[in-house]
């Protein structure tokens, strides 16, 4: 079970800006809230951190952005944190196989838009049973 969660990490964070007199208000402008006090509730827990701004506010408040988009999105989504953290070797090659096909089909000069459904379909197939056979 998760004991670290989004609103105790931030709130620690807060006390270190708090010493080096950085007011919430201003993290509040540099992460993109439209209301100052949104981070006041995600330290008290009474908001959940968008994982689309974990980002952000992690850069504000100088901490790892990973781990905080990590607790985001176990909150927002059960268990989807940990779900991403065990699989992301699996999606690191995915992708690099995606980066691969497109520099390919630009190497060839191809136009993926232009071909018919019929020739992705086949392109699709012929990648994928390349891959398998890689494997």
């Known amino acids: 079970m998760q004991t670290e969660t989004v609103s105790k990490v931030v709130a620690a964070r807060l006390k270190e800006c708090k010493v080096k007199k950085i007011k919430q208000a201003d993290i509040a402008v540099q992460v993109g809230f439209n209301n100052p006090n949104m981070i006041t509730h995600i330290k ?8 689309e701004k974990a980002p952000k506010l992690a850069h504000a408040l100088g901490m790892d952005e990973n781990h905080l988009l990590y607790l985001a999105l176990n909150e927002k989504w059960d268990g989807i944190g ?3 953290y065990s699989n992301i070797d699996r999606f690191r090659e995915i992708a690099l196989i995606e980066k691969t ?3 390919i089909l ?4 191809v136009n993926y838009d232009e071909l018919t459904e019929q020739q992705q379909k086949n392109l699709l197939f012929k990648l994928s049973e390349f891959i398998c056979k890689s494997k």
């Open 44 to 51: 008290q827990g009474k908001s959940k951190l968008p994982p």
């Open 106 to 109: 630009d190497d060839l000069n």
């Open 82 to 84: 940990d779900f991403i």
């Open 101 to 103: 096909f497109w520099k």
